[in-house]
Protein backbone atom coordinates (compact mmCIF):
# COMPACT_ATOMS: atom_id res chain seq x y z
CA UNK A 1 0.00 0.00 0.00
CA UNK A 2 1.23 3.40 -1.15
CA UNK A 3 1.62 5.53 1.56
CA UNK A 4 0.64 9.11 1.51
CA UNK A 5 1.45 12.51 3.57
CA UNK A 6 -1.16 14.09 5.35
CA UNK A 7 -3.32 16.05 3.67
CA UNK A 8 -2.24 19.57 5.71
CA UNK A 9 1.46 18.52 4.45
CA UNK A 10 0.79 18.23 1.19
CA UNK A 11 -1.69 21.74 1.34
CA UNK A 12 2.03 23.35 2.79
CA UNK A 13 4.37 21.66 -0.27
CA UNK A 14 2.15 23.29 -2.64
CA UNK A 15 1.59 26.36 -1.10
CA UNK A 16 5.42 26.48 -0.87
CA UNK A 17 5.89 25.85 -4.64
CA UNK A 18 2.98 28.79 -5.60
CA UNK A 19 4.95 31.35 -2.98
CA UNK A 20 8.27 29.77 -4.78
CA UNK A 21 7.15 30.57 -8.46
CA UNK A 22 5.24 34.11 -7.71
CA UNK A 23 8.68 35.31 -5.89
CA UNK A 24 10.60 33.96 -9.12
CA UNK A 25 7.58 36.12 -11.33
CA UNK A 26 8.36 38.94 -8.85
CA UNK A 27 11.94 39.06 -9.31
CA UNK A 28 12.27 38.95 -13.09
CA UNK A 29 9.18 41.26 -13.69
CA UNK A 30 10.88 43.85 -11.49
CA UNK A 31 14.48 43.46 -13.06
CA UNK A 32 13.10 43.80 -16.21
CA UNK A 33 11.14 46.74 -15.69
CA UNK A 34 13.02 48.61 -13.22
CA UNK A 35 16.68 48.30 -15.41
CA UNK A 36 14.16 49.14 -18.57
CA UNK A 37 12.88 52.83 -17.45
CA UNK A 38 15.30 53.93 -15.66
CA UNK A 39 18.85 54.99 -17.42
CA UNK A 40 22.29 55.29 -16.08
CA UNK A 41 21.97 58.37 -14.43
CA UNK A 42 18.90 57.81 -12.88
CA UNK A 43 20.39 54.18 -11.29
CA UNK A 44 23.01 56.06 -10.15
CA UNK A 45 21.10 58.51 -8.41
CA UNK A 46 18.39 55.60 -6.61
CA UNK A 47 21.63 54.05 -5.64
CA UNK A 48 22.85 56.88 -3.66
CA UNK A 49 20.04 57.61 -2.05
CA UNK A 50 19.70 54.11 -1.45
CA UNK A 51 23.17 53.72 -0.10
CA UNK A 52 22.61 57.01 2.14
CA UNK A 53 20.28 55.51 4.44
CA UNK A 54 22.90 52.50 5.37
CA UNK A 55 23.90 53.70 8.90
CA UNK A 56 25.48 50.59 9.66
CA UNK A 57 28.50 51.13 7.03
CA UNK A 58 29.68 54.37 8.41
CA UNK A 59 31.40 54.61 11.69
CA UNK A 60 29.63 53.33 14.81
CA UNK A 61 27.75 51.07 12.82
CA UNK A 62 27.70 47.14 13.13
CA UNK A 63 29.72 46.39 9.54
CA UNK A 64 31.99 49.22 9.80
CA UNK A 65 32.81 48.20 13.45
CA UNK A 66 33.75 44.78 12.06
CA UNK A 67 36.84 46.09 10.57
CA UNK A 68 38.04 43.49 7.41
CA UNK A 69 36.37 40.52 6.46
CA UNK A 70 38.40 37.21 7.11
CA UNK A 71 38.72 36.99 3.33
CA UNK A 72 40.45 40.44 2.95
CA UNK A 73 42.49 39.85 6.14
CA UNK A 74 43.87 36.69 4.01
CA UNK A 75 43.92 38.45 1.06
CA UNK A 76 46.46 41.43 2.04
CA UNK A 77 48.61 39.27 4.08
CA UNK A 78 49.47 37.30 1.11
CA UNK A 79 52.16 37.90 -1.93
CA UNK A 80 52.02 39.68 -4.03
CA UNK A 81 49.80 42.19 -1.90
CA UNK A 82 52.44 44.63 -0.40
CA UNK A 83 53.12 44.45 3.30
CA UNK A 84 53.54 48.28 3.23
CA UNK A 85 53.59 51.23 1.09
CA UNK A 86 50.44 53.27 -0.86
CA UNK A 87 47.31 51.99 -1.62
CA UNK A 88 44.57 52.95 -4.04
CA UNK A 89 41.01 52.09 -2.74
CA UNK A 90 38.12 52.79 -5.12
CA UNK A 91 34.39 52.74 -3.84
CA UNK A 92 35.46 53.05 -0.06
CA UNK A 93 32.28 53.16 1.63
CA UNK A 94 32.25 54.39 5.16
CA UNK A 95 35.59 53.68 5.75
CA UNK A 96 36.00 49.84 6.62
CA UNK A 97 38.73 49.07 4.76
CA UNK A 98 40.32 52.43 4.66
CA UNK A 99 40.69 52.66 8.75
CA UNK A 100 41.76 49.06 8.60
CA UNK A 101 44.51 49.48 6.18
CA UNK A 102 45.79 53.00 7.82
CA UNK A 103 45.92 51.08 11.21
CA UNK A 104 48.10 48.23 9.32
CA UNK A 105 50.67 50.89 8.22
CA UNK A 106 49.35 51.89 4.72
CA UNK A 107 48.81 55.40 3.46
CA UNK A 108 45.55 55.08 1.66
CA UNK A 109 43.85 57.47 -1.53
CA UNK A 110 40.50 56.47 -0.83
CA UNK A 111 37.16 57.79 -2.91
CA UNK A 112 33.33 57.40 -2.27
CA UNK A 113 30.88 58.88 -4.41
CA UNK A 114 28.00 59.10 -1.95
CA UNK A 115 28.26 62.03 0.17
CA UNK A 116 27.00 60.66 3.46
CA UNK A 117 29.41 57.52 3.11
CA UNK A 118 32.37 59.93 2.20
CA UNK A 119 31.62 62.53 5.03
CA UNK A 120 31.84 58.96 7.49
CA UNK A 121 35.00 57.93 5.89
CA UNK A 122 36.50 61.28 5.71
CA UNK A 123 35.95 61.80 9.91
CA UNK A 124 36.92 58.13 10.15
CA UNK A 125 40.07 58.75 8.54
CA UNK A 126 41.24 61.73 10.27
CA UNK A 127 43.77 60.35 12.51
CA UNK A 128 46.08 59.33 9.29
CA UNK A 129 47.58 62.77 8.11
CA UNK A 130 49.22 60.29 5.53
CA UNK A 131 45.78 59.01 4.36
CA UNK A 132 42.66 61.23 2.33
CA UNK A 133 39.58 60.01 0.92
CA UNK A 134 37.61 62.02 -1.85
CA UNK A 135 34.21 62.13 -2.85
CA UNK A 136 34.25 60.38 -6.50
CA UNK A 137 32.76 58.21 -8.41
CA UNK A 138 34.61 55.13 -10.36
CA UNK A 139 33.48 57.57 -13.66
CA UNK A 140 35.49 60.61 -11.91
CA UNK A 141 38.72 57.73 -11.67
CA UNK A 142 38.03 57.12 -15.34
CA UNK A 143 38.00 60.82 -16.06
CA UNK A 144 41.49 61.60 -14.54
CA UNK A 145 42.99 58.70 -16.12
CA UNK A 146 41.88 59.49 -19.56
CA UNK A 147 41.49 63.21 -19.61
CA UNK A 148 43.44 63.90 -16.14
CA UNK A 149 40.57 66.05 -15.00
CA UNK A 150 37.88 65.47 -12.24
CA UNK A 151 37.97 65.61 -8.35
CA UNK A 152 40.59 62.58 -8.17
CA UNK A 153 42.97 64.12 -10.52
CA UNK A 154 45.54 65.65 -7.92
CA UNK A 155 45.06 63.14 -6.05
CA UNK A 156 46.16 60.06 -8.54
CA UNK A 157 47.79 61.56 -11.29
CA UNK A 158 52.04 61.74 -11.06
CA UNK A 159 51.23 59.11 -7.73
CA UNK A 160 52.53 55.65 -7.03
CA UNK A 161 50.73 52.94 -5.72
CA UNK A 162 52.08 49.57 -4.55
CA UNK A 163 48.10 47.98 -4.82
CA UNK A 164 44.75 48.81 -5.71
CA UNK A 165 41.52 47.46 -4.00
CA UNK A 166 38.03 47.67 -4.97
CA UNK A 167 35.79 48.01 -1.97
CA UNK A 168 33.42 45.23 -0.76
CA UNK A 169 31.32 44.30 -4.45
CA UNK A 170 31.82 47.88 -5.62
CA UNK A 171 32.58 46.25 -8.77
CA UNK A 172 29.11 45.13 -9.18
CA UNK A 173 28.17 48.59 -9.80
CA UNK A 174 30.50 48.77 -13.31
CA UNK A 175 27.26 47.42 -14.96
CA UNK A 176 28.59 47.16 -18.62
CA UNK A 177 31.02 45.29 -20.70
CA UNK A 178 32.56 48.87 -22.01
CA UNK A 179 32.64 50.56 -18.40
CA UNK A 180 34.65 47.20 -16.71
CA UNK A 181 37.40 47.64 -19.52
CA UNK A 182 37.35 51.44 -19.01
CA UNK A 183 37.86 51.38 -15.24
CA UNK A 184 40.52 48.34 -15.42
CA UNK A 185 42.15 50.14 -18.54
CA UNK A 186 41.89 53.11 -16.35
CA UNK A 187 43.44 51.31 -13.06
CA UNK A 188 46.26 49.77 -15.46
CA UNK A 189 47.28 53.29 -16.09
CA UNK A 190 47.55 55.25 -12.43
CA UNK A 191 48.75 52.03 -10.84
CA UNK A 192 50.84 50.33 -14.11
CA UNK A 193 52.69 47.82 -11.87
CA UNK A 194 50.39 47.06 -8.54
CA UNK A 195 48.05 44.16 -7.71
CA UNK A 196 44.50 44.68 -7.89
CA UNK A 197 42.61 43.00 -5.60
CA UNK A 198 38.34 43.09 -6.08
CA UNK A 199 35.45 41.08 -4.85
CA UNK A 200 31.94 40.73 -6.59
CA UNK A 201 28.37 39.78 -6.40
CA UNK A 202 28.25 36.10 -8.59
CA UNK A 203 25.52 35.18 -11.38
CA UNK A 204 24.62 31.93 -10.26
CA UNK A 205 21.24 31.25 -12.55
CA UNK A 206 21.87 31.18 -16.23
CA UNK A 207 18.51 32.63 -16.70
CA UNK A 208 17.16 29.59 -18.72
CA UNK A 209 14.48 28.43 -16.97
CA UNK A 210 10.73 28.03 -18.02
CA UNK A 211 10.20 31.56 -16.46
CA UNK A 212 12.31 33.12 -17.94
CA UNK A 213 10.79 32.59 -21.35
CA UNK A 214 8.64 35.19 -20.18
CA UNK A 215 11.45 38.02 -20.60
CA UNK A 216 11.54 38.38 -24.28
CA UNK A 217 7.82 39.55 -23.97
CA UNK A 218 8.71 41.95 -21.09
CA UNK A 219 11.39 43.49 -23.16
CA UNK A 220 9.34 43.68 -26.41
CA UNK A 221 6.58 45.44 -24.34
CA UNK A 222 8.94 47.70 -22.70
CA UNK A 223 10.56 48.92 -25.95
CA UNK A 224 6.90 49.17 -27.53
CA UNK A 225 6.40 51.81 -25.14
CA UNK A 226 9.16 53.73 -25.36
CA UNK A 227 11.49 52.39 -22.16
CA UNK A 228 14.81 54.51 -22.27
CA UNK A 229 16.98 51.28 -21.65
CA UNK A 230 17.45 47.59 -21.72
CA UNK A 231 18.28 45.10 -19.46
CA UNK A 232 21.48 42.85 -19.71
CA UNK A 233 21.81 39.51 -17.80
CA UNK A 234 22.94 39.45 -14.57
CA UNK A 235 21.16 43.25 -13.61
CA UNK A 236 19.19 43.01 -10.76
CA UNK A 237 17.84 45.28 -8.01
CA UNK A 238 17.16 45.15 -4.57
CA UNK A 239 15.92 46.88 -2.02
CA UNK A 240 19.40 47.06 0.16
CA UNK A 241 21.60 47.43 -2.56
CA UNK A 242 19.88 49.33 -5.79
CA UNK A 243 20.66 48.09 -8.92
CA UNK A 244 23.28 46.07 -9.35
CA UNK A 245 24.92 43.92 -11.74
CA UNK A 246 26.04 39.88 -10.76
CA UNK A 247 28.84 39.11 -13.00
CA UNK A 248 30.19 36.11 -14.19
CA UNK A 249 33.38 34.40 -13.62
CA UNK A 250 33.39 34.54 -18.01
CA UNK A 251 33.10 38.88 -17.60
CA UNK A 252 35.53 39.02 -15.22
CA UNK A 253 38.23 37.45 -16.89
CA UNK A 254 37.12 39.10 -20.27
CA UNK A 255 37.46 42.63 -17.96
CA UNK A 256 40.80 41.59 -16.69
CA UNK A 257 42.75 39.79 -20.03
CA UNK A 258 41.29 43.14 -22.43
CA UNK A 259 42.37 45.52 -19.93
CA UNK A 260 46.40 43.79 -19.42
CA UNK A 261 45.93 42.14 -16.43
CA UNK A 262 46.04 38.46 -15.89
CA UNK A 263 43.93 36.66 -13.01
CA UNK A 264 46.44 35.65 -10.32
CA UNK A 265 43.78 34.06 -8.11
CA UNK A 266 40.16 33.31 -8.23
CA UNK A 267 37.91 32.20 -5.18
CA UNK A 268 34.32 31.69 -4.44
CA UNK A 269 34.09 30.23 -1.07
CA UNK A 270 30.79 29.80 -0.06
CA UNK A 271 31.35 31.32 3.31
CA UNK A 272 32.66 34.63 2.28
CA UNK A 273 31.95 36.30 -1.28
CA UNK A 274 33.72 35.71 -4.51
CA UNK A 275 37.02 37.64 -4.69
CA UNK A 276 40.00 38.10 -6.92
CA UNK A 277 43.86 39.75 -7.36
CA UNK A 278 44.62 40.85 -10.41
CA UNK A 279 48.12 41.22 -11.84
CA UNK A 280 49.54 43.74 -14.72
CA UNK A 281 50.61 41.61 -17.79
Known amino acids: MTMRLPLLIRINFG ?6 VAKRLHAMFR ?5 AWFGPEEREAVNRIIWEGRPSYLPGGYIFEGGLLEWERRAIREPPFPEA ?3 LLGGAGGGRELVSLCRRGFDVVAFEPSEQLYEGARQAVSPFPNSVVVQASYRDFVAAAQEHAGPLASHVLNASFDAVLFGW ?16 CATRTIAPKAPLLLSLGMLRDAENGKLDGLRPGIRR ?7 PSVRSTGDVFLSYTGFTHLASRDELEAAAGGSGYRILYFRAPVESSPHALLLPQ
Not at 171 to 184: A, Q, W
Open 15 to 20: AERILG
Open 31 to 35: DEILW
Open 85 to 87: GRI
Open 169 to 184: ASFNYVFTESDRHELL
Open 221 to 227: ICKLLAA
